[in-house]
């Protein structure tokens, strides 16, 4: 019985000082590498943990395109980057960097093969990584068996790495924080397109990396031109600059009905923070499910998503009050991919085609006509 009294009590102390340990780091790396959507909804994750810890260092590390996303949050203390062209030697020299940072907490946010290397190297007291819930994911897309015990989102499956602490969502949603002088920039530019011309704007997101999430550009087309025509309103299209053809089409397209004037596209010459601050001269945003669609919900624009192939159970539904999620449920073939595919598998496309445009068209408006 002395034996193990006395190894009880060695355990409660041991216990004590790991308490304490968890209680306060002093130095804490987030990891997450991208893509736009998933660093976006780490910005709970950061502002709970500075209200939790005030005094202490809160860094990040993210893909060099990203970094702009998280580089002025007020909640960080530096932001690190890696440019994923270095490959693995790059991922080697910026390791030898951060482990001379001597952290103390670790918080995994990507949990792939990178984001491990990186975590194991750097020699920290703690270390947590988020779960992906990667086997339930397996088998809702291959089994179509749904074992998710209800819709969480990727930003509380962050802030789950912080149970330790007894850190909870505060339920405030993602945000941004943008520079004043950027936002100064863009005022300037958009003072020149003379906006009130329009009783309202549409901002229209059409593009995706992977085709099964993208809604028909003629779709996308006749719900602008609809809105425009019963709101006398303006359109401005939003894409980073690998979707400038597919803005351009659609813009074009739009442009022949309504005519071009009415059109503002933004695709490729824009920043991602100064997409967010234009975005605040739209009265709603229609999107695929996309980084800019988390994006518009950083910004609290009223949101219409459309979802093809991919959930909600993923945990990518736009973390806002003022989003509603459009999709073609009941499709035994739904879903048949986490992240999207090239094309449709079963060769219909009936997840985004039998979503029309009328459904969007009437959503928007009882959002609009919604008293704030």
Known sequence: MEFHSSNALKLRQLYSILS?????????????????GDIVLTTPLLRVLRQAFPASQIDFVTRTEYAELVRTNHNLNVTWTYDASTGFSGLRSLMRTLRAERYDLVLDLHN???????????????MV???????RRWLLVNFKKNFYSGIVSVAD??????????????????ELHIPDELLFGISGKVASLRLHRFEKIIG???AARHATKEWPLDRYAEVAVRFCRERNGGVMIFGGSAEKARALELAQQIGIRIGSDRVISW?????????????????????NDSGLMHVAAAMNKKIVAIFGSTVREFGFAPVSDAAVILETEGLSCRPCSPIGRSRCPKNHFRCMLDVEPERVVETMSEMMDEKS
Not at 129 to 135: D, G, M, P, S
Not at 269 to 280: F, I, K, N, V
């Open 157 to 174: 499956r962050y802030i789950e790495t912080l149970d330790r602490f007894g850190i909870r969502n505060d339920g405030k949603g993602p």
């Open 20 to 36: 304490t340990t968890m209680q306060s780091p002093s130095k804490t790396l987030i990891i997450r590498f991208s893509s736009v």
């Open 267 to 287: 695709v490729g010459e824009l920043s991602l923070m100064e997409s967010a601050a234009t975005m605040e001269y739209c009265d709603v945003i229609v999107t």
């Open 112 to 126: 792939s093969i990178r984001s491990r290397y990186l975590r194991l190297g750097l020699g920290a007291v703690q």
């Open 204 to 206: 229209l997101c059409p």
């Open 129 to 135: 990584a988020v779960n992906k819930r990667i086997l």
